[in-house]
Every structure is written in C-alpha cells, then in structure tokens.
C-alpha cells in the first residue's frame, strides 16, 4: 500500500449547546478532517485538537502545519504493509499526537476498507454495543445543572460525568446525588484545574461515592496526582496525563490513578490507544473511552474501541445529538443507553456529501 496523497479539510460544526469546562467555553466545533487516498482506496479521520491549546499544547492549526510540512511527506515514496508502520516511520517526529492519530487513523481506514474489515474486528472489540455516558458542562446554575442531567437520564444515558472547577464542585455533585439517588453512576472531570495543595477540598468530595475524579492536577504532575490519591478515597481517574501506554504504565507504577481514560487522539492513535488498554488490563486498572467531540466519523472508531474487554466502565461516547442536531454522517442514536459498534468495512460509516459540503470551510491537497 502506498499513499497518494491527503486531503486535509476544515469543517465548522454548530454544537447544540454551549460546553462550558474549566477551560472555557465552545460554542462551535471547528475539526480537520483527513481523507488519505492510497492505490487501493481511501479512508477517513478525526483530528481531535481544539483551536486552541487549552487542553492539551496541541492546537489545529498547529496539528494542520506538521501533518502539511512533516508527517504526510514523510510517508513519500514509502510502500506500507499496513498503517501499524506508519508511527515507527515517523517515530523521528516529536509529539504532535493528535495529528499523527488523525493519519494513522485515516490510512487505517483505508487500509481496512479495501480488506474488508471493520475497527472492531481489527481492534479486538468484543462487545456489539457499548454502554453510554454523557459529559455535562459547567452550568449557570444548579437548577439549570438538575434540568439537564435530568433530560440526560431520560434519554437513557448509564452515566453522568460533571465538568467542575473550584467554585463549582461540591453543591453541583450533592444535589445531583441528592436528585437522582445512590444508584446513579457519577463522576467529575476537573480538566487540571486543581492544584495539590486543594486536596482538602476535594476530600470534601468523598462521601459522594463518586466513580472517579478525573484529571484534577496539570498534565505533568503524576506525584502530585500520587499524592493526592493518598488524601481522598474518590478514585483518581488520568485524562491529559495519559500521552502513550509508557506514561500510563509509569502513571500506574507510581499511584497516580487507579483509572484510566483513553482517548486515541490525545496518545497518538487507535493502535497506542490498544496497547494502553492492554497496559491496564494486565495491572488490574479500568479503562473507559473519553470523547473530544467528535463528529460520527471519529465516533465510529470510538464506539470500536470502547467494545474492547477491559473498557469496563461507560465511556463519553454519547449519541450524536448530544452535541450535533446534523452529523454528518449518519446519527449515532442512543438505543437503551447503548451505541451500536459499527460493523462494516473501516469505520464503517462515511461523510453525507451534501452535509459534508455545507459545513466545509477550506480544503487543501497534499499530493505525495
Ligand atoms: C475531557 N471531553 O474529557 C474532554 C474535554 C473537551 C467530553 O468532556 C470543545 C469544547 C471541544 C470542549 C473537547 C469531554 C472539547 C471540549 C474536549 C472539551 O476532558
Ligand atoms: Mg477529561
């Protein structure tokens, strides 16, 4: 297999509703979409990074440049086996994960198209369905906050992750228990807006049975996060910490998290995003597929990994309409709080070309 080139396309995507995190707030979804063409066929992927470098350094417009100057050229001339080569091959090029994934990914789906074969079946999906979270933003109010989680529960979601920050974390998390009861699976997800010497505070958190904590101190502070772990019983469960299955096995030696959240994009792809589930599998620790997003294509191959045996706990992949009114792709819908793992070749789903079209705003050709 060799690639012929790489279509990089920008799209704007409206999201239903404003998303408020401890980084601020997004009113619209702007996502580079890769379409890699190889001799034998062409396939799709989601590049997760936001415009800005406020959850992790990456950035698109910073993802867009090293895929256009180094990591698509990189790959001239270069005759592939499979896409499995394609990080050694340009293991000389540093970080950048979230583009390489969105490579990767898209020359995967190439790949297993013209094979005939699915994500899940490549990945080693064991589930046909995979249980569904929702991630529910910072709200204005707790009121507004018990309205949405809520209209959340209606639809069928198995759990509630809450956004929360300082000054908004204690009374959101008690009156949702309140609310909604002990059963209910709840977690939070701070997005490193804690610092260590917060502990005490967030002690305040443990009689709340929550799941998990996630990500509560900077990405780079792992003894921090070994160390806090030690101050509450809340499990700690690591988002932006966690950049490739080294720094999860690392993570867990130390003590730093008992969970983890995998998301391909932010460790440099689906096959690293495997190789961290196996990490944690064999030390005993949970996994759960976090979402950035994503639009039904990133989705597909989401909803592949999350049917993996070791995703043991409801991931944030949430149905399309939690975050879009019009893929574009066919809606992802919930269905008893579960998504349907996609089965046909690839991710299995691909860009309604109409819906493509309106929400494209640049494409470029990169011509290998
Ligand atoms: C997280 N995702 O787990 C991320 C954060 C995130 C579903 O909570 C636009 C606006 C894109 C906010 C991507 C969820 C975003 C965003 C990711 C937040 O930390
Ligand atoms: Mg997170």
Redesign the pocket.
Known sequence: MKLTGVEMRRIAMPLVSP?R?SFGT?TS?DILLLRAVTDQSEGWGECVA?PSPV?SPEYIDGAADVLRRFLIPGLAGVELAGAHQIAERLSGFLGHRMALAALETAVLDAELRSEERSFARELGAVHDRVPCGV?VGIMSSVPALLEAVEGYLAEGYLRIKL?IEPGWDVEPVRAVRERFGDALLLQV?A?TAYRLADARHLARLDPFDLLLIEQPLPEEDILGHADLQQRISTPICL?ESITSAQSAAAAIRLGACQIV?IKPGRVGGYLEARRIHDVCVAQGVPVWC????ETGLGRAANVALAALPGFTLPG?TSSSRRYYEDDITEPFVLDEGHLAVPQGPGLGVLPRPDRLAEVTTSTEWIAL
């Not at 976090?290 to 997003?293: P, S, V």
């Open positions: 998303f995190t997004q979804r936001l959850y991630s956004k997800d997005n988002d959240n976090g979402g950035m997003l944030d």
